[in-house]
């Protein structure tokens, strides 16, 4: 950094490293499965009629398509840029910074605290238990000390579920003092276990969506806050007067679409065939440990070799995802589940890679 930027910029931000989104890690190769981003691309239309004008800050034909399809009212949702732009907003409404903290359960998704440093607000670790359940306990002695609780169902990357009594002690045990956040970015993929419709039961449940993992739109940035009305009103006093741009709320109402309903559930059918495949042939690999669940669209596998594995498939233009630096997965690598082609590719180079270790030997 420059002098003048190093005198001036946040304290908070002189230490803080941005999130290694799987974009900004590696550009090239041509097979993304590293993102848990869905491998179709469905097609929209487009209206420029409207352009020349500023868009609602919450369009009501999202936000009405949403709260029907997630079953809860409409001034129960808000829309936001990804539901990453969710974390940002309860931070921000909620946490004095300097001051608050919030609480996440390791391993888990990076923003929480990317997002909690950022705002200078502080991040209490409770790690889950070594089976990925959540430390009661732990959790319970933090009561007073946040005041939002970030739990992610399934979780990334562990693609594990959170028991609803586990919860349930949860929200009634912090009625009074925090928020409990359940990120379910990829529900579609475990749709037994939402939280949605319980919204209404509990005023501190928060329940976060996004279209970019079943629904196949990470280009477009669209998530949703679901939560009761005096939190969605004081997230609404924090939020960009007008953060949906017009295009992105055209192709969000027409993938929330009764039209759309049958290819979306068709798509989540077939990546979870692909993920029995894919879990099936892991498990044929030897050493290849399969971790956590697989109730989302990624696996989670745990291999010695992680780094020899990376590096070849790095070479041969397909990217996975290294999840090796995070508590407890040591060795961890995690794949996104990609369409049939690139799911047999992966297989077939995880056969080459072993190919040239026995040539080696
Ligand atoms: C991908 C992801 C998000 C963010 O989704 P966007 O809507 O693209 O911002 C949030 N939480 C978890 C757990 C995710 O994996």
């Not at 089976?131 to 739990?151: H, N, R, Y």
């Not at 929200?171 to 949605?196: C, H, K, P, Q, R």
Request: charged residues 20%; hydrophobic residues 40%.
């Amino acid at each position: 950094m420059s002098d003048l930027v190093d005198k001036l910029v946040c304290e908070n931000l002189k230490t803080l490293k941005p999130y290694e989104s799987a974009r900004r890690l590696f550009s090239g190769g041509q097979h993304w499965l590293n993102a848990n981003e869905s491998p179709f691309a469905n097609e929209y239309e487009l209206s420029s009629d409207v352009l020349n004008r500023y868009p609602d800050c919450q369009p009501e034909t999202v936000i009405g398509a949403y709260a029907a399809y997630a079953g809860v009212e409409k001034s129960q949702t808000l829309t936001t840029r990804g539901a990453d732009e969710g974390i940002e907003l309860l931070i921000r409404a909620f946490c004095e910074p300097g001051q608050d903290a919030i609480l996440q359960c390791l391993p888990t998704y990076g923003m929480y605290a990317i997002s909690a440093e950022t705002c200078n607000v502080g991040v209490v670790n409770v790690p889950l238990k070594s089976d990925f359940t959540l430390d009661i306990d732990g959790i319970l002695a933090q009561k007073g000390k946040v005041k939002l609780i970030f739990l992610c169902a399934p979780n990334n990357p562990t693609g594990t579920t959170l028991a609803r009594e586990q919860i349930t002690t949860i929200l009634d045990a912090f009625a009074d003092s925090a928020l409990v956040v359940v990120d379910e970015a990829y529900i579609e993929f475990d749709m037994d276990n939402t939280w949605a419709p319980a919204i209404s039961d509990y005023p501190n449940l928060v329940v976060l969506r996004t279209l970019s993992k079943a629904f196949a739109l990470a280009g477009i940035r669209c998530g949703f806050t679901l939560a009761n009305e005096p939190v969605i009103k004081a997230l609404l006093k924090v939020i960009a007067p007008y953060p949906v741009p017009a295009p992105v709320a055209q192709i969000a109402e027409q993938a929330l679409s009764e039209d759309s309903a049958a290819t979306l559930r068709g798509q989540i059918a077939e990546l979870n065939t692909q993920k029995a495949w894919l879990v099936s042939e892991l498990r044929k690999i030897s050493d290849v440990e399969i971790v956590g669940d697989t109730r989302a669209n990624f696996i989670l596998f745990r291999y010695p070799l992680k780094q020899a594995l990376m590096d070849y498939l790095v070479a041969q233009g397909m990217l996975i995802r290294d999840q090796s630096k995070q508590l407890s997965l040591e060795n961890c690598l995690r794949i996104s589940i990609g369409n049939e082609q690139q799911n047999r590719l992966f297989i077939s180079l995880f056969e080459a890679f072993i190919q040239t270790l026995e040539q080696d030997s």
